[in-house]
């Protein structure tokens, strides 16, 4: 009879290990998936801070162009900020954010070419705290 309890505490045990390891597994995949989500929007932030670079050099022909860079960066903070709950990358997330209302204001305000470097600097802290 007490071989037959053993086994069973035995089972019992390797089965609460088995679900202890599975979570474990999944809750690192969950991070690793995060971190790689963070890296692939910050990458794409980088693609639309290159475009408002470009679009601020030829804002003379083409003034829609800083508008439209202007929102797919927007597009892009949103969905980092609702990917993670990392405080570093929320952090640069919102000075991102900032520089790039700072940018959107002084478009408005007829600055044609508005100084981005704000939004460049923001961008590079961005893909800082992404890289794992």
């Known amino acids: 009879m007490a071989a037959s309890r053993r086994r069973r ?36 932030i980088a693609d639309s801070v290159t475009e408002l670079q470009q679009a601020v050099e030829n ?13 797919s960066i927007d597009k892009n903070l949103g969905e980092i900020g609702d990917k993670t709950d990392n405080a570093d990358v929320n952090k640069a997330v919102k000075d991102l954010d900032k520089a790039v209302d ?16 704000p939004v460049t600097d923001a961008a590079g802290e961005l893909t800082k705290v992404c890289t794992p």
């Open 9 to 44: 505490t035995a089972a019992a045990a390797a089965t609460l290990a088995a679900v202890a390891l599975t979570a474990g597994l999944t809750t690192g995949c969950d991070a690793v998936d995060k971190a790689l989500d963070c890296v692939q929007t910050a990458d794409a």
């Open 102 to 117: 700072n940018v959107r204001t002084a478009v408005e305000n007829g600055d044609n070419t508005p100084d981005i470097s």
């Open 59 to 71: 804002a003379s022909d083409d003034p829609t162009q800083l508008e439209e860079s202007l929102d």
